[in-house]
């Protein structure tokens, strides 16, 4: 009997991958495509604070050129959203999907108090609660819940190599995180030759980690799962053309379940970077290209497909920048910001006045839209669920999906 966890995941695969061998029998999916499929909910977290001033830009602010002369951007290179604003040059993909209608940007988002600290400000996002009265899951982990799902099916599924987001976390119904489809692939001839090697696994393992620990709760959904993600390379590929980047990798894998009919309602992602305090411009700018580009191609690969009206995008970051530049050429840590809103279910456009430059708070925006309020668009709106159990309190929805 191994007498550690790697000494486990090495006899049954490898330490990076957990392999099939193929030998389970292949669901019957005409089966599964004759029932309706949920809504998919794909959440983009932009990690480190992303700059709001400089990604939807107030052109016609006078305050902003004075206060940002060497990061800010010039009003005749920005992408026009309206007489007052207009996009970074970088984030064409969103310009194209704004003028397709599938694009929705949420002016102000914060909450009161703001918390400047990345983890904080990140966990209240996550949990809709402050430190002294937090909740041991996530406002998504209690949507989870609240679902009742059937068992046999993966409700969420986080893809990327940092631990579960405290947003999924549950106390019923564990997420599998994982880095890649290739780390999702079971080995065993049926399911009960993989409880018996998970028990071992149970009672070696020391490690919380989150796709062991899923497939230890659940295995007929994991072995279910598992025969999904393989599908992915049967099915014919599309035409799109996908950018570079990680983030693109991981919506291509995204786009690749949600055609194999993976019944997922929530994949959860993350881009990182945007903690932007020095050389500001460059950086910013690349970051924006592959989120723009990313999301694009994520929404052109599936236009062509049954799923287009179903799927949903949401980018959010834990707190904007500072207005004014700081001497490093780049910004601070700031309060509010905007929330993105992708797809063809989304009312496209503004919502929400944009920042005001002339009416500040300690040198920052005041917030006008709280996080919650987009929270409850997407529950109310998006997943037909009742919000105010989920959100701790009753918040009216942002308005820029369609009810």
């Not at 998504?140 to 046999?152: H, M, N, T, V």
């Not at 709760?217 to 035409?239: D, N």
């Not at 179903?310 to 980018?315: I, Q």
Request: proline share 4%; aromatic share 6%; hydrophobic share 35%.
């Amino acid at each position: 009997m191994p007498n550690s966890r790697r000494q486990f995941l090495s006899r049954s695969a490898s330490a990076a991958a957990i392999t099939f061998s193929g030998r389970l029998p292949v669901p019957l999916l005409a089966a599964v495509e004759k029932k309706k499929a949920p809504v998919v909910l794909v959440v983009i977290e932009l990690q480190g604070g992303n700059d709001g001033l400089n990604t939807v830009v107030p052109t016609s602010s006078e305050t902003y050129r004075r206060l940002r002369p060497n990061t800010g951007i010039a009003a005749g290179n920005t992408l026009s959203i309206s007489s007052d604003c207009g996009f970074h040059p970088q984030l064409q993909g969103f310009a194209e999907l704004l003028e397709q209608g599938k694009l929705g940007i949420v002016n102000g988002v914060g909450y009161d108090n703001p918390n400047r600290s990345h983890f904080e400000s990140m966990d209240i996002w996550h949990t809709c609660q402050r430190s002294g009265d937090r909740r041991p899951e996530g406002w998504l982990g209690r949507w989870i819940e609240s679902a009742q799902r059937p068992a046999g099916d993966l409700t969420a599924l986080h893809l990327g190599d940092q631990q579960l987001p405290l947003a999924l976390k549950s106390q019923q119904r564990p997420v599998p995180s994982i880095r890649s489809k290739e780390q999702f692939r079971l080995r065993a001839a049926n399911a009960d030759q993989l409880q018996q090697q998970l028990l071992i696994a149970s009672e070696t393992a020391e490690s919380t980690d989150d796709l062991l620990g899923f497939i230890r709760s659940s295995t007929s959904t994991a072995l279910q799962t598992s025969q999904r993600i393989q599908a992915i390379g049967r099915r014919s590929t599309t035409a799109t053309v996908w950018p570079d980047g990680n983030l693109s990798r991981k919506l291509q894998t995204v786009s690749g379940l949600i055609r194999a009919g993976l019944e997922t309602s929530v994949y959860y992602l993350s881009l990182g970077g945007f903690d932007t305090h020095a050389q500001q411009p460059d950086v910013h700018g690349r970051l924006l290209r592959q989120l723009g580009d990313a999301t694009a191609a994520f929404m052109r690969d599936l236009a062509e497909t049954e799923h287009a009206d179903r799927v949903m995008l949401m980018c959010f970051s834990e707190f904007g920048r500072r207005v004014a530049e700081n001497a490093s050429a780049g910004t601070d840590h700031g309060t509010a910001g905007p929330v993105f809103l992708i797809g063809n279910q989304v009312l496209a456009g503004l919502h929400g006045d944009l920042p005001d430059l002339n009416q500040l708070e300690n040198d920052d925006l005041k917030y006008h839209t709280d996080f919650r309020q987009v929270y409850a668009d997407v529950l109310e709106n998006w997943f037909q669920t009742d919000s105010r159990e989920i959100l701790s309190g009753s918040w009216l929805p942002s308005g820029a999906i369609r009810s």
